[in-house]
């Protein structure tokens, strides 16, 4: 079974490295819409014609299972990803994050940062007010265009998180709602080490992955293909840094 993983950019490439990880001969074909990146400032109405066109090239490139590794499109854009697959089952990056909640009863407030779009829906924080928790939540707009530019560490993308992160004190559990964001679990950490503050970090990316590799068989032929639809040499040397090995990316139809 191949699986077809999407996102805004290259963030969902995480996913894909992890459930590779998981599991070695899972069948992947990757789709990083780079030209539309960031999808936190789009509206829904952008956002939802983007994903129908992406999820309907990995329907045709064999995708028999549809990931959407995105937390943006996964909130405003599930039900157009869901029409254009048709038949091929569909796992969005809200669903894990939430189920992990459900089953495991995490420090309490929880703290949740994402794009604009995915907080503003309110998505996370319905969510998780109903499983009985506290919640703030933040909109970080800044993170992923300052990681789709590589710039892990450099000195405004450690400002952008000092000013973010300080705006959600007092949080003993951190759900990091972008795929984009674990490149910047190490700064977190690093954050809250230095605030004297102990803090649990999720990310979706990684709760998506353990959620295919449920969903796939238990053979395959560990087969790769990765579409980007802006694939300039800024993105092919960061595409690398996601999935941690050299990468052929082949240009795809812009959505």
Known sequence: MRVGIFDSGLGGLLTARYVRALHPQAD??????TAH???GDKSPAQIQSYVRSITAFLCAQG???IAVACNTASSVAIEAVYDAAGTVPVLDAITPAVRAFQLHRYAEPVGVIGTYTTIRSGIYRTALEKLGYSVQDLATPLLVPLIEEGWLEH???H????TYLSQISGIQTLLLACTHYPLIEPQIHA????VGQKVEILNTAALLAEEIVRNLPPRGSGFFSCWLSDPNPRFLALAERFWEAPILPIPAPIA
Request: cysteine-free.
């Open 28 to 33: 992947i074909l990757y789709y990083g819409d």
């Open 37 to 39: 990146l960031p999808y």
């Open 63 to 65: 995708a028999e299972l």
């Open 155 to 157: 000195p405004a993308t």
């Open 159 to 162: 400002a952008a998180l000092d």
């Open 191 to 194: 954050y809250y080490q230095h």
